[in-house]
């Protein structure tokens, strides 16, 4: 079988990531053509790999017929346009996060998939590709620990961009621990409710940081997610559940663990104890985006005949989650709790 002729769309933090992950760690894939609206930066990353080039309009490079899927990691504003583009030429798409921006487009998007009759997007929750994550995936589904009836999380990062704003620690970070729940619980996110405490003084002006988030499925467990993008730390994310026979827990980052004497020099003190935090998201979940593009890449391949392209969340999985957020977004508002009204599912 040929190698896949992927085009990534958007070379900021993400994209970038992407093709470097697909030219030297995934087989079964090269990347053909790349775009950035900073034009610059796509003809040096196409420079950088043969047989690539940069093109200027993305739109050309999902219909462009020397290239078999498409990485989507523009800004979620435009995923809409190009998603709609990806499925009137039948490309497959691994799309990140958010599916688009409105609760209506994203339902749109599974519309239209729907209607091909063939799944062509998959969209980029990392976590579910995760050594911890699927580990305690295997131990819920084998009943290890009854059934599951509590879930506490934390999602804590060292700082966050300049552009980011209280609803963005609901649509850009909870969403992970919505994509989490749903995955893990296996069932709907039926309310949201967003309690904000003390701000963190370290925060930019107007941003609500630290939130926290309570979560309640369908069936009526409980999720509740301690949400801190400004640490000033590093990177953590912590998941426990607890179920009627036991508890759970990954995200501990227990690696190496060393004991030291003081570094005071000279001065005789208490030794320290202690071990690395991950410093960010792309160190943490670095294997696991290795493991869903690897994955996305195989199916693909293999879906050409059968009409399955995805191996992982689907549209749908990023339409529930956009649902669950803008519930947030509106809780956030208010303080209350806020229900989740979902489509019938597709
Ligand atoms: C970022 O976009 C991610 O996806 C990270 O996993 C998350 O921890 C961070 O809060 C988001 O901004």
Redesign the pocket.
Known sequence: MSELRVAVLGVGVMGADHVTRITSRISGARVKMVNDYVTDKAEQIASGIDGCRAVADPLDAIADEDVDAIVLATPGTTHEKLLLACLEHRKPVMCE?PLTTEVSTSLEIVRREAELGSRFIQVGFMRRFDEEYMALKALLDAGELGRPLVMHCV?R?PG?PSY?DSS?IVK??LV?EVDVTRFLFGEEIASVQIITPASNPGAPDGVIDPQIAILRTVSGRHVDVELF?TTGVA?E?RTEVVGEHGSAIIGLDVGLIRKSAASTRGQAGPGTWGGQITPG?RER?GRAYDTEIQRWVNAVTSGRGTGDHTDGPTAWDGYAAAAVCAAGVESLQTGLPVDVRLADHL
Request: charged share 15%; no cysteine; proline share 0%.
């Open positions: 996060k999602h990062n966050v980011f963005l850009d970070s992970h993008v990177y994310v998201f979940f």
